[in-house]
């Protein structure tokens, strides 16, 4: 891209590329299909806006649809657009979601009529799944009304098996006539075996990979062994891999790997965010609580910071899915998506991974999430319940051990410790002290850390989470600081 001449609206880059992502728009930039398999942390989204604005100028794209896991889609409306958009003239950004709110409705609307803006729709993966849900209905318009659309698919493993529906829906829709640039973007492409890539590579181009069939790639690629179970009855299985080289260099030719300790240009911590939707019940819960706690804190003569930070922290126990009923400590669950969100990240991370959380409900619970999903139980929580030998165990386990993941409170595992044996954490949930947040994010940012750190706040969006988060962040205090109307803000009044 830097070395070809500059089209008409392109003003340059909002912010300057990193060398590895200047390669990646240099070595993709004239390719109908290509894959970023870079780790996250290292900018792959940055790379689509900045592409997808050049193609804008250059006419070669007139939309641009990106589909993407549930926590993320409206991250890009929210947050990596507006950051990266390079153009004077702003796009035009709709999203379909599950929930319709009239905004969205007459947001999206308003997609078909926008003029001289580039039109961007934003879909979640998991709305394609049902051929007769109106998010196929959506996109099948948007593919209609357009010549020539730029197809992103984020986070590609999520059609890492051949045969199911949403892989084969995804596939369809990538063959539409309309669909001239076809890119995918992943940090683990191969989540479970290297025949994970077939289908992702199918999304880009039919054939891509040298095969008519997942079938004859399977043959090609996998060690299959016929076993047996008793006399009549026998099945094929996947005993191994081979020919691995061969399949690694067939990719290059269409794709940029990128590792975060590979790229040395890159800022010492990444942050990141991941978006959490509110189920009808956790909404409902929410809703009602924040309106009792505002009417309360209206009608006391003084509100203190720590009668502000205990209606906060009711609200914030149900948006990461629980509650209690009476002073007795009764915990109720609430339906939440918050579990999923965390095995979402994790599925896309390499390495060991560190996961803080605040609440002693949720760190006693999620070792059996992550060992349900992964078939490997993390050590046990750190938090003030354990024992000093215990912590002693679970920690010699992560930093020295085989253990991938490491379930702590903030409170109790960030001081003090040396974690650079991970290069990821993830923040399931934040307190209200920052003091808490710096001690943890240093645990792995230290002295020993030879890679970058990423750090992934979950964040349930209109919220007190959300807010949480963005005062942490920009390094506000919040413990025992919550002063005059701020609460009001916070609970939404």
């Known amino acids: 891209?830097?070395?070809?001449?500059?089209?008409?609206?392109?003003?340059?880059?909002?912010?300057?590329?990193?060398?590895?992502?200047?390669?990646?728009?240099?070595?993709?930039?004239?390719?109908?299909?290509?894959?970023?398999?870079?780790?996250?942390?290292?900018?792959?989204?940055?790379?689509?806006?900045?592409?997808a604005a050049w193609y804008h100028c250059k006419n070669w794209v007139d939309a641009v649809l990106v589909v993407a896991p549930k926590g993320v889609y409206l991250n890009w409306a929210r947050k990596e657009i507006p950051a990266h958009w390079p153009l004077e003239e702003e796009p035009y950004v709709a999203w379909h979601t599950s929930y319709w709110l009239k905004a969205d409705r007459l947001r999206l609307a308003g997609l078909y009529k926008a003029k001289d803006q580039l039109p961007i729709l934003l879909v979640n993966v998991e709305a394609l799944s049902n051929p007769k849900g109106q998010g196929l209905k959506r996109v099948?318009?948007?593919?209609?009304?357009?010549?020539?659309?730029?197809?992103?698919?984020?986070?590609?493993?999520?059609?890492?098996?051949?045969?199911?529906?949403?892989?084969?829906?995804?596939?369809?829709?990538?063959?539409?006539?309309?669909?001239?640039?076809?890119?995918?973007?992943?940090?683990?492409?191969?989540?479970?075996?290297?025949?994970?890539?077939?289908?992702?590579?199918?999304?880009?181009?039919?054939?891509?990979?040298?095969?008519?069939?997942?079938?004859?790639f399977k043959n090609r690629y996998a060690i299959i062994e016929k076993q047996f179970l008793g006399p009549n009855r026998s099945f094929n299985k996947v005993v191994g891999y081979q020919r691995l080289d061969e399949l690694r260099e067939k990719m290059r030719a269409f794709?940029?790997?990128?590792?975060?300790?590979?790229?040395?240009?890159?800022?010492?911590?990444?942050?990141?965010?991941?978006?959490?939707?509110?189920?009808?019940?956790?909404?409902?819960?929410?809703?009602?609580?924040?309106?009792?706690?505002?009417?309360?804190l209206e009608h006391e003569e003084t509100v203190t910071a720590i009668t502000a930070l205990t209606k906060l922290q009711r609200l914030h126990q149900i948006v990461c899915g629980h509650t209690r009923e009476d002073d007795d400590g009764l915990i109720r669950d609430i339906e939440s998506q918050r579990d999923q969100a965390l095995l979402d990240v994790l599925d896309e991370m390499t390495g060991k991974v560190i996961i803080w959380a605040t609440f002693r409900y949720n760190l006693d619970r999620l070792p059996d999430v992550i060992s349900k999903h992964f078939g490997v139980r993390p050590s046990v929580p750190l938090h003030g319940?354990?024992?000093?030998?215990?912590?002693?165990?679970?920690?010699?386990?992560?930093?020295?051990?085989?253990?991938?993941?490491?379930?702590?409170?903030?409170?109790?595992?960030?001081?003090?410790?040396?974690?650079?044996?991970?290069?990821?954490?993830?923040?399931?949930?934040?307190?209200?002290?920052?003091?808490?947040?710096?001690?943890?994010?240093?645990?792995?940012?230290?002295?020993?850390?030879?890679?970058?750190?990423?750090?992934?706040?979950?964040i349930a969006r209109d919220t007190v989470d959300e807010h949480v988060v963005d005062a942490l962040v920009t390094k506000n205090k919040l413990a025992f600081q919550v002063l005059g109307d701020k609460w009001r803000e916070w609970l939404g009044g």
């Open 1 to 51: 891209m830097a070395k070809q001449e500059r089209p008409e609206g392109w003003r340059g880059f909002k912010m300057q590329p990193y060398d590895h992502q200047l390669d990646v728009l240099t070595r993709s930039n004239k390719k109908p299909a290509w894959a970023l398999f870079m780790e996250m942390g290292t900018g792959k989204t940055k790379v689509i806006i900045d592409q």
């Open 140 to 216: 099948l318009e948007f593919l209609n009304s357009f010549e020539r659309v730029m197809f992103v698919l984020d986070e590609s493993s999520c059609i890492k098996h051949a045969g199911s529906k949403r892989t084969k829906q995804l596939l369809k829709l990538s063959r539409h006539a309309s669909v001239v640039v076809r890119r995918i973007m992943t940090g683990t492409p191969i989540t479970q075996s290297p025949l994970d890539v077939y289908p992702q590579c199918e999304f880009l181009d039919k054939g891509l990979l040298g095969f008519k069939s997942f079938f004859a």
């Open 255 to 296: 794709s940029s790997h990128h590792l975060k300790a590979d790229c040395l240009d890159l800022p010492d911590k990444v942050y990141e965010t991941r978006d959490v939707e509110l189920t009808k019940a956790q909404r409902d819960a929410y809703d009602e609580m924040a309106k009792e706690a505002f009417i309360e």
């Open 385 to 458: 319940g354990i024992s000093e030998k215990n912590r002693v165990v679970a920690l010699d386990e992560f930093c020295e051990g085989d253990s991938q993941f490491l379930v702590a409170n903030p409170q109790v595992g960030g001081f003090g410790l040396t974690l650079t044996a991970a290069s990821n954490v993830i923040y399931y949930s934040n307190g209200y002290n920052l003091e808490y947040r710096l001690q943890s994010e240093d645990r792995t940012h230290r002295i020993g850390q030879e890679n970058k750190v990423t750090y992934v706040d979950l």
